[in-house]
Every structure is written in C-alpha cells, then in structure tokens.
C-alpha cells in the first residue's frame, strides 16, 4: 500500500544551521506531497506541497522538491531558527480525486537551540 | 474565522464510558476527516466523510463511531472506552484546489487530549 518513511528524530540544531528531513514514499500513480508542521500544543499547519514531479514546495524559507526518479521529498531550510523548534510531518495523496484522505510518516521533531 | 474547532480540548473517561467528540468548520467545506495521533505512530485516519450524510472508514475505524448531519459539523463517537483509545484526536476539513493543481489541502483544528482510565 502507499505509505510515507521519514527520518527519525529528534534532530537538535543549533541556530542558523542547515536543515534536512528525509522523507521517501511508496505510492501507485502520481501522488501529491506536503509538509505540515505542528508547534507545540497545536494542530498541524500546511508548510509546502507539490503536485508534480520536479515541482518545488517552498514557503518561509523552507524548500522541498518533488523527485519522482527517487520517490523522495526532503524538507531543507538553510538557516534554522528557534522559532522554528516543532513537529514536521511528510504526507502524500495519493489520488486526485477530492476528498481523498492524506497518509502521514510518523513525523520528525525539530529542536534548535540558541 | 476560527476555521476548524474541536471540543472539549481535554477529557478524561473511565473504561467503559462513552463521549462525542465534536469538530465544526466555518468555511464551508465539503469534507472532513478524524485523525488520532499517537507517538512514534504518526497520524491515522479514524473515519472521513466526503460531504453532508455521507461517512467512510479509515485506517483504525474500530471501536468509533461518527455522523455527518451538518455540512459543517462532524462528530466522533467512542460507544465504550477503552484504555487503547488514549490519544490526541484531530479532526480537519478540506476544500479540492481549483481545477488543474489536483491538492487536496487539509485545515485542522487543534486536537483535543483524551485519557480513557
């Protein structure tokens, strides 16, 4: 079945240091990726997403590009800051039709320190 | 807009006991989804709907139950408790992206914590 593999956590990161979370997924067809984030005690936000091979996602500094030939999606960010210390979640959908649910990785927990 | 609300926040059940959880939308959309997010474990797909009076089953479906009487109003259902259904439980809602960018791009709401004893 379709299915999303992240990094494990936690990743600890200083202040402006270069971030990666790798993220791989399994899916039939032409899946639609995203990056949802989730700071302490809340809900999940969209970060980024992309709905085609090549596309790139980016959004407050935060990139990630959709590699078909490598079924891969990593989150990068060149310069991290505190405020940035969260919960990060790669998903696909894996289906255009509307309605269809996302499947989630496990998440990866982000923390940087000043 | 307060977009997606969840309640309660928190609850605590005893075995055996049973509650509704409660997830409203103001924006009008069509679907809506339960999640329960348990750690090292990711979110999973309780239940879904795709529109008023329509349900369907997720990924861990057993044990809930949930109705979509009200376009903007879908509810979760644990008929009896139990301790495995301790969770953080979110609901979100979703819209289909205009035509041609095929996303299906989910708002959630903030979760609400419940401890089943």
């Known amino acids: 079945g379709n299915s999303v593999t992240q990094m494990e956590g936690p990743v600890t990161l200083s202040e ?7 993220c791989t997924y399994t899916a039939t067809g032409y899946p639609s990726l995203f990056w949802y984030v989730q700071y302490p005690g809340e809900g999940l936000q969209l970060l980024l997403k992309a709905t085609k091979a090549d596309d790139k996602g980016s959004n407050k500094g935060f990139e990630a590009t959709y590699r078909k030939e490598t079924t891969s999606f990593h989150l990068e960010k060149g310069s991290v800051q505190v405020s940035d210390s969260a919960v990060y979640f790669c998903a696909l959908s894996d289906s255009d039709q509307a309605g269809t649910a996302l499947i989630f990785g496990k998440g990866t927990t982000l923390s940087v320190s000043s | ?55 369907a089953k997720g990924e861990v479906p057993d044990g809930y139950n949930v109705s979509r009487l009200k376009k903007q109003n879908f509810l979760l259902g644990l008929e009896s408790a139990a301790p495995s259904q301790t969770s953080v439980y979110f609901c979100a809602s979703s819209y289909f992206e205009a035509w041609g960018s095929g996303a299906n791009v ?6 609400s914590r419940l401890t089943v004893l």
């Open chain 2, 1 to 55: 807009n307060a977009g997606v609300t969840q309640t309660p926040k928190f609850r605590v059940l005893k075995t055996g006991q049973s509650m509704t959880l409660l997830c409203a939308q103001d924006m009008n959309h069509e679907y809506m989804y339960w999640y329960r997010q348990d750690p090292g474990m990711g979110l999973r797909l309780i239940h879904y709907s795709v529109g008023e009076g329509t349900t």
């Open chain 2, 106 to 111: 989910l708002t959630f709401g903030a979760g």
């Open chain 1, 16 to 22: 402006e240091a270069f971030l990666t979370i790798n």
